[in-house]
Structures are given as structure tokens and as C-alpha cells.
């Protein structure tokens, strides 16, 4: 890690919680607190972070990046199906 902030006393303890209630240790839980915000991030505000982003390195695997949406393929409809429908 190239940058570790230090948290507050406050901050501290209420991570520290986390990772006791989830059984792993405080980075992990770290990690994947930073990884859930990003997702949430992504989906009720998409595009904010990465406007504002300085460092496009991950882009491809980056948290904030909104995932692609994916439209359901249309079913084709002839027009024989229609006839029949009448």
C-alpha cells in the first residue's frame, strides 16, 4: 500500500467493530467497506468520483467505475407469429 491515513481514535473503533462482527481483520474489512461504497457510489451517483478522479490506472477494475448495463437481447418476431395472433 502505498499510502496508509491514520484514523482517527473514533474512526479506529468503529472499524475495529466491523471486523470483529465480521470475523476477519480490520484491513480486510477496510477493503471491502472501500469496495461497497465504491459500488453504491457507482450505481447512485455514477460518473461523480471518476470525473474527479486524478489517477486512471484501475479504471477497468475500479470500484467507482458504473457497471456496464446490459440490455436483454429482443426476441425476434416474425410476422407468420403475428397472423397467428389476430
Known amino acids: 500500500m502505498a499510502y496508509t491515513p491514520e484514523l482517527p481514535q473514533r ?10 462482527f465480521r470475523g476477519k481483520p480490520m484491513s480486510k474489512t477496510l ?3 472501500l469496495e ?5 457510489m457507482a450505481e447512485i451517483r455514477p460518473g461523480e468520483v471518476c ?3 486524478k ?9 467507482f467505475q458504473a457497471p456496464a448495463k446490459t ?4 426476441l ?9 395472433q389476430q
Open 71 to 74: 440490455n436483454p437481447p429482443l
Open 76 to 84: 425476434p418476431t416474425s410476422k407468420s407469429d403475428h397472423n397467428h
Open 11 to 20: 474512526g479506529s473503533a468503529t472499524l475495529r467493530r466491523l471486523a470483529w
Open 55 to 63: 489517477d486512471d490506472s484501475i479504471c477497468e477494475e475500479c470500484p
Open 36 to 40: 461497497a461504497t465504491g459500488r453504491t
Open 51 to 53: 470525473a474527479k478522479c
Open 31 to 33: 477493503e471491502v467497506l
